[in-house]
């Protein structure tokens, strides 16, 4: 029994990386302090955002556009327009949209991004 101890664990933190990447899809929201189109998004959305599949899909990061830019999206553009929501799989954009003009077509919109994730493409 003991020298399987060693290559069971070895089992189990290999499948714990695994379950690590499965987070590989984010949806980052540029916003900024005033935006009054950000607190329509939060007031409309945001409630049920993190229970929806697209948020288990995808969940909420959010960033602030007049903080630094964390280092693990250096690759992704920042615009003045606030929200910018970015899909983002493993470090690369996926899709963007630009504002939020009312629920449905952000949920349409974000159905569109979110067709394109490599996950999606193999279901």
Not at 38 to 62: D, T, V
Not at 102 to 113: N, S
Request: glycine share 10%; with cysteine; proline share 5%.
């Amino acid at each position: 029994m003991r020298r399987f101890i060693p290559a069971l664990l070895a089992l189990a933190i290999s499948s714990l990386a695994g379950v690590a990447s499965l987070k590989a899809a984010e949806l980052v929201m540029f916003e900024q302090a005033g935006c009054v189109w950000c607190a329509k998004w939060n007031q409309e959305i945001a409630p049920a955002y993190a229970k929806s599949a697209e948020g288990k899909i995808a969940p909420l990061r959010r960033v602030d556009i007049h903080e630094p830019l964390p280092g693990d999206l250096a690759g992704i553009r920042v615009e003045r327009f606030t929200p910018t929501f970015v899909l983002v799989e493993n470090g690369e954009e996926i899709g963007r949209m630009r504002g939020y003009t009312g629920d449905e077509f952000f949920w349409f919109l974000l159905g569109e991004m979110l067709d394109k994730l490599d996950g999606a493409k193999a279901g």
